[in-house]
């Protein structure tokens, strides 16, 4: 099945940087979901853009997504001490009616103060 | 509201152990449900999803199985634990009825270790 990869695995940053961290992904997609755990923890819903979005936002995360380039992109901006958390692409498949979401391996965002 | 419900948060078993997680959602009606599991630095790997009581369906072949015995109840069991089921399972639903475009809401977590 397909799966997004995301890159890089891991990020240091400090407080107040802006953080970037992309997801790319095989085969075509109805929809892309992003999602943060925190150590320990389950899976929170940050934002889904769909495959016909190319942009979207909420609070201080952008998403974009490029269909073309089969890859989707997740900044937060002025990031926080509390923004440390592992951070997860997810796609479903648009040929594979009834799959469930296919998560990638993550990448683990360090904010430091 | 809606809330998921997953328990224990941690167990420690011997091989050959048999198991049973358990998961169940309030404040909806006809969830998809869904356990995934986590080894230690590793993405989530889909288990099992369900659309429906008695409607499951197995994403990778190994010794656990799921039921759902009720619409908002999930259960997760083997017969004989390995070494290799050790990890982090997650539970999670999202809002039912043959879509496949919304969130999942995930529970906390069972962390199961097997010795």
């Known amino acids: 099945s397909q799966q997004g990869e995301e890159d890089p695995q891991a990020l240091s940053i400090q407080e107040g940087e802006n953080a970037t961290m992309n997801c790319s992904y095989k085969?075509?997609?109805?929809?892309l979901q992003w999602y943060r755990q925190n150590s320990g923890r389950g899976l929170v819903h940050l934002i889904l853009?769909?495959?016909?979005?190319r942009e979207k936002h909420s609070g201080r995360l952008r998403v974009t997504l490029d269909t073309s380039k089969k890859s989707s992109s997740l900044l937060i901006t002025a990031s926080r001490a509390a923004d440390t958390a592992s951070y997860f692409c997810?796609?479903?498949?648009?040929?594979?009616?009834?799959?469930?979401?296919?998560f990638g391996k993550g990448t683990t965002l360090s904010v430091s103060s | 509201s809606q809330t998921i419900h997953q328990w224990p948060a941690t167990l420690v078993q011997p091989v050959g152990s048999p198991l049973s997680l358990e998961c169940t959602v309030e404040?909806?009606?006809?969830?998809?449900l869904y356990w995934y599991r986590q080894a230690a630095g590793r993405g989530l790997q889909l288990l099992f999803y369900?659309?429906?009581?008695?409607?499951i369906s197995s994403e990778v072949p190994q010794n656990l199985s799921a039921s759902r015995p009720q619409d908002r109840q999930f259960i997760l069991s083997s017969k004989k634990l390995l070494l290799s089921d050790s990890g982090f399972y997650l539970c999670?639903?999202?809002?039912?009825?043959?879509?496949?475009?919304?969130?999942?809401?995930f529970g906390n977590g069972t962390r199961l270790t097997v010795t």
């Open positions: 085969t075509s997609i109805n929809n």
């Open positions: 404040g909806t009606s006809n969830p998809n």
């Open positions: 369900s659309v429906g009581i008695g409607q």
């Open positions: 997810a796609t479903d498949a648009e040929d594979q009616a009834g799959t469930a979401l296919i």
């Open positions: 853009i769909r495959s016909n979005e």
């Open positions: 999670a639903w999202s809002a039912g009825r043959g879509r496949w475009d919304s969130p999942l809401h």
